[in-house]
C-alpha cells in the first residue's frame, strides 16, 4: 500500500490518478490534473451531460428499463423456477421471496434516496448530527424493514412444517451417488422406482434418507428443500395442484455425478394414482 501511496488518498480527499501510478510511469508524463471521481460520477449519473449517450434522453431510457424488465421476468419461470409456484408450499416460499425483495427495494430506495438528497443540497449531510443519522438510518429503518420480513417468515415458515396428519401419503426417497430411489410404503405390491409419482390436490409426506454421503432433495416448484443425512430420516410435504410433470433436483454438492443427479415428479389425478403406481416401471 504505502508503496503505490495510497495511504494519501483518504488524506488529500480525491482519487488523483498519479499517486497510485507514480512508480508506474515514467517521470516525463505530465502530471494529471487533479480530479474528484467521486463527484464526476454522481453527477453524470444523475443527469448526464452528454446528450447523444445512450439512457440520456427519454427514449434510451424507456427502451432500457423495457429490456431490463424482460430480462428480468424472463428468469422467473422455468422448469425449475421457484418463482413459478405449482403447489402451497412453493407459493409460500414464493410469497416470502417477494417479500424479502420488495423490502431489499426499500432500503436501498431509501438510501439512494439520502444519496441523492445530500448531492442536491450539500450542506444537509453536515448540518445533520452524527446522532440523527445513526438512529434514524441505523436503527428505525432497518427495525421497521426487518420486523416485517422476520414476521413474514416466521408466519410462513410455521406453515411449512409436515406435521402428523391421518390419510397422508407417504413415499420413502432413498439417496445414493449419483440417483434418486421412491418406494411406496402404502402399496405392497408396488416397485421401487426412479421417477416419483404423487397425487394431485392431495399432500405427500416424504421420508428422506442418504445411503453414503449427504444429499439434498428438492423440487423447486413443488416445495422446498430438505437435506438426506446417512444414518438419519428427514420428512417433507409436497403438494402439487394439478397434474403434471415436474423436475427435482439434488441441491448438495455430493460428487463429480452431482450434476446429473435429477429426478422427475409426475402428479396423477387421484383416482389414478394407484393404478400410475403399480404400474410404473422401475
Partial sequence: MDTHGVQRMTRDRNCRAHIVLRDRLDRRVAR???????????????????????????????????????????????PLSTLAPAGPAATRIATLWWAMLGGGILLLACVLGLLWWAYRKPGFATRTSARTWLLHGGVLMPVVVLTALVTSALFLGERLVARPAPDIVQVDVVA????????YPQFENAAPTTVLHIPAGQPVDLRVVSRDVIHSFWVPRLGGKIDAIPGHETRIRLQADVPGRYGGVCAEFCGV???????QVIAHAPDEYRAAVLGAQP
Avoid: E, K, Y
Fill in 176 to 183: 445414493m451417488r449419483w440417483g434418486w430411489v421412491f418406494r
Fill in 32 to 78: 494529471v490534473p487533479r480530479v474528484d471521481f467521486s463527484a464526476f460520477a454522481l453527477r453524470h449519473a444523475i443527469a448526464p451531460s452528454n446528450g447523444r449517450q445512450f439512457g440520456a434522453t427519454r427514449r434510451g431510457r424507456t427502451m432500457f428499463l423495457a429490456i431490463t424488465l424482460v430480462l428480468f421476468l424472463g428468469a422467473c419461470d422455468g
Fill in 257 to 263: 455425478g452431482h450434476a446429473t443427479m435429477t429426478f
